[in-house]
């Protein structure tokens, strides 16, 4: 990327978008465009064409996503869908017509099918069903990444895909309703050592398994691949992850233990667990120079200082 060219990140607000545009600023790029959602709609295609029109941007950094956990997903599978489907669309066919140098769209590892080999390849996509908690938002995201692949062949465009794990860290969503299996559980941790309560109820049966990615390493990801590589030596999409999972149950005693709450776990296995496993196959984005720095015990460290200190303003 040019250090002086206009670069859009979209999401600029968002857990991802704040760690990438720290790292961004870090490496001398200054020439910023970061609406905010009041500034911009992303789902309005007249607002999302005027304002490619006005500002042309050179270089583009996707990560807009309506996200949330599995109770959000199971409630509003058709916003996930159609919002995610609808500004991704918009983004990119803008990108497109105003001859943008270079798009990175973000994905995520629930495209892969529910009952995927282990480790996920980036061929095991579109061999089975996928997961029915999170389909409309998984189905949105695989519709992204074929739009890239899709727009690369046809009109000759530089667009690449990464394919993230679960992906947590400072700035994370911590309100019920949007959080994750990590920001849900210290949240849930904190507050019961505040209050002193027996017990945490947690969904599921805590045997799933799923594999982590801390924000700054995704940030770092981003980058690396925007100022190194082009689509056409990338191929369709590349998975970027931490290469180890862990089960919900693991997970959740990891976290009780680092902010020190001494009751008891119960599981509720009356609610879903989701995928039996996820677990990226690393070994392509390996190839490419790429790995994660940031181990689980230190991004969880790093996350729960950050929330304690922060979470009367969330």
């Excluded at 530089?158 to 860290?169: A, Q, R």
């Excluded at 019961?192 to 770092?220: H, M, P, Q, Y």
Aim: charged fraction near 25%.
């Amino acid at each position: 990327m040019d250090i002086n060219g206009k670069i859009l990140v979209t999401g600029s607000d968002g857990m991802v978008g704040t760690a990438l545009i720290n790292k961004l600023k870090e490496r001398g790029y200054h020439n910023l465009l970061l609406p905010a959602f009041k500034e911009l709609d992303l789902r309005n295609q007249k607002d999302v064409e005027n304002f490619f029109e006005k500002n042309r941007p050179e270089y583009i950094f996707h990560i807009a996503a309506k996200v949330g956990g599995i109770a959000a997903n199971i409630a509003s599978p058709a916003e996930f869908l159609y919002d995610n489907l609808i500004m991704e669309a918009n983004v990119i066919e803008s990108a497109k017509k105003n001859s943008v140098k270079k798009l990175l769209f973000l994905g995520s590892s629930c495209i892969y099918p529910r009952e995927c080999p282990q480790p996920m390849k980036e061929e095991d996509l579109l061999t089975g069903k996928l997961e029915p908690t999170n389909e409309g938002y998984a189905l949105a995201k695989i519709c992204g990444l074929k739009l890239c692949e899709y727009y690369n062949k046809q009109y000759g465009t530089n667009f690449i895909n990464l394919m993230p794990p679960n992906i947590y860290g400072i700035n994370d969503h911590f309100e019920s309703e949007k959080s994750h299996v990590i920001s849900a559980l210290i949240t849930k941790f904190v507050d019961a050592k505040n209050k002193e309560s027996e017990f945490v109820e947690i969904w599921g049966t805590g045997v799933s398994r799923r594999e982590f990615l801390f924000v700054e390493d995704v940030a770092d990801a981003m980058i690396y691949f925007m100022e190194n590589y082009s689509a056409k030596e990338m191929g369709p999409f590349i998975n970027i992850g931490s290469g180890e999972d862990i089960s919900i149950k693991e997970l959740a005693f990891l976290i009780k233990e680092l902010i020190g709450y001494t009751g008891n776990l119960r599981f509720d296995a009356s609610k879903p667990d989701g995928m039996p496993k996820k677990l990226l196959d690393n070994s392509k984005s390996a190839n490419f120079g790429w790995k994660a720095k940031t181990n689980l015990r230190e991004g969880l460290q790093k996350t729960i200082d950050w929330y304690t200190k922060n979470k009367k303003i969330i």
